[in-house]
Nanobody, 127 residues
Framework: VQLQAFGGGLVQAGGSLRLSCTAS????????IGWFRQAPGKEREGVSC????????YYADSVKGRFTISRHNTNNTVHLQMSGLKPEDTATYYC?????????????????????WGQGTLVTVSS
C-alpha cells in the first residue's frame, strides 16, 4: 500500500492543522498506520499510530493531549488533527504502515527504517 501525506502549511503558534494520509488501496483490516516527523537537523521520530480497526492508539508524549489521530477505512484515509501547535512541532510529517502493534518501541524502530518515506508534508509553526 502506498501512502501519501498532505495538508501541511504555515500556522501561528496555538493554531490548528489537519493532516491527511491517503492510501492507494483499501486499508480496511490492514496494518496500523503511523505518523512520523522530521525536523531540520534532527532524526525522524514517531508521533502517533492507530491500529487497523482503531482500537489501539499511540501518541508520543510531546503531542499527547494536542494531537488526535483517526482512521476512516471506508475512504482509505488517516487523519492527524493537530491543535495547540508549537514552534517545536515544525517538521516534515510522513505517514507509513507500521508492521506491528502501536507502541513506543515499534514507532522508534519504524522511524529508523529505510522505507521510502516519500515527500511528506511540511508543517511550519511560527512563534
Amino acid at each position: 500500500v502506498q501512502l501519501q501525506a498532505f495538508g501541511g502549511g504555515l500556522v501561528q503558534a496555538g493554531g490548528s492543522l489537519r493532516l491527511s494520509c491517503t492510501a492507494s488501496q483499501s486499508i480496511t483490516d490492514s496494518y496500523p498506520i503511523g505518523w512520523f516527523r522530521q525536523a531540520p537537523g534532527k532524526e525522524r521520530e514517531g508521533v502517533s499510530c492507530i491500529s487497523g480497526r482503531g482500537q489501539t492508539i499511540y501518541y508520543a508524549d510531546s503531542v499527547k493531549g494536542r494531537f488526535t489521530i483517526s482512521r476512516h477505512n471506508t475512504n482509505n484515509t488517516v487523519h492527524l488533527q493537530m491543535s495547540g501547535l508549537k514552534p517545536e512541532d515544525t517538521a516534515t510529517y510522513y505517514c507509513q504502515t507500521v508492521y506491528a502493534m502501536c507502541t513506543s518501541a515499534t514507532m522508534t524502530r519504524a522511524s529508523q527504517g529505510s522505507t521510502n518515506w516519500g515527500q511528506g508534508t511540511l508543517v511550519t509553526v511560527s512563534s
